[in-house]
């Protein structure tokens, strides 16, 4: 009865000092800071009676892109619009090196009848509460990695990518692969001499006399 009644203390115990480190991420090697990417949609409602952009509506339409900073990482896509309009759209997103992607996100409002939305999406990386030093280094009783483990090293990541949006998933491969584009450059790998070939260099650290 004794052995019995120490086994359900000691269990009790170990219970009681592992309670409240069930949820720590920060326990492991991977980084908690990591990048968040967010989405913001710009709205541009054009005249477009008949399908088409009302004369004058492209000169907006490329303002408001100008305005915007349009440039690669977003995406540009059109609502409600008919052929001749998505194609006027289109004209005008080439200038900035960009295409109108298919479908169109979800917007408030609704597009008014003889109008065309333009939709502008905007991803951005961002790692936040960084920098944090919210939890001291010592005592480290639980074995948790520092509260600003992570912060500079994606905070730079999310700081240099072009397309936020290659952080979420990966780009699919083309369906047609040129195997001569793909061994192309082990191919001039293996042709190049070793740079040892000619021997050492005679370099000297003493300046010309002329």
């Given at each position: ?67 915007l900073g349009l440039g ?139």
């Amino acid at each position: 009865m004794r052995s019995k009644l120490a086994l359900i203390a000691l269990g009790t115990a170990l219970t009681g000092c592992t309670a409240g480190m069930q949820d720590m991420p920060d326990r492991g090697l991977s980084a908690v800071n990591v990048p968040v990417v967010t989405t913001a949609d710009y709205v541009f409602d054009a005249a477009a009676p008949g399908g088409a952009l009302a004369p004058g509506e492209t000169e907006r339409l490329n303002a408001w892109f100008a305005t915007l900073g349009l440039g690669y990482g977003d995406s540009i896509y059109v609502d409600d619009g008919s052929y001749a309009a998505r194609d006027q759209v289109a004209r005008v997103a080439a200038r900035y090196g960009l295409f109108v992607q298919a479908g169109a996100p979800v917007t408030a409002g609704v597009v008014q009848p003889g109008n065309v939305r333009v939709v502008v999406s905007r991803r951005r990386a961002e790692v936040p509460n960084c920098p944090n030093w919210s939890v001291p280094s010592q005592p480290n009783y639980a074995n948790r990695t520092m509260s600003n483990f992570g912060c500079s090293v994606n905070a730079n990541l999310a700081a240099q990518v072009a397309n936020p949006e290659d952080l979420l998933h990966g780009r699919p491969g083309p369906a047609v692969v040129n195997a001569d584009t793909s061994a192309k450059a082990i191919g001039s790998y293996y042709r190049a001499a070793p740079t040892g070939e000619k021997g050492l260099q005679d370099i000297s650290t003493k300046k010309d006399d002329k």
